[in-house]
């Protein structure tokens, strides 16, 4: 993995943060938040490989359009294991991570279209 690439980096390591979480969901026999947000948060991370390798800005925007949408659905089970009584797991570290995954795609896609028109 390239050093220089920023969010393919925190996308990663969010990602095994994430798979850890879950195990200790599925610990607690939450398996189907688990496995949502297990899907969602590994989803942001392979989209975001598929981007690097698209074959044209529009392509890689797209994909990285995907990427933050996997990244809002995440926030969104972050959220709702916050508030609710499913874990005793402290999910605030997680939600910052996220948040700030989204921030960076944004900036991207924001960026990427900007020169494109």
Not at 7 to 22: G, T, Y
Request: hydrophobic content about 35%; charged content about 30%.
């Amino acid at each position: 993995m390239p050093k220089d690439n920023l969010i393919q980096k925190k996308s990663f390591q969010f990602a095994l943060q994430i798979i850890e979480l879950c195990k200790k969901l599925q610990d607690e026999r939450e398996y189907v938040l688990s496995k949502q947000l297990l899907r969602s948060s590994t989803s942001i991370g392979a989209n975001i490989e598929e981007a690097i390798a698209g074959y044209s800005r529009k392509d890689f925007a797209h994909k990285l359009s995907i990427s933050l949408k996997e990244a809002r659905e995440t926030r969104y089970w972050l959220r709702l294991l916050k508030h609710s009584t499913i874990t005793e797991s402290d999910v605030n570290s997680y939600l910052y991570d996220i948040e700030q995954i989204i921030n960076i795609l944004t900036s991207i896609i924001k960026t990427t279209r900007e020169k494109d028109y």
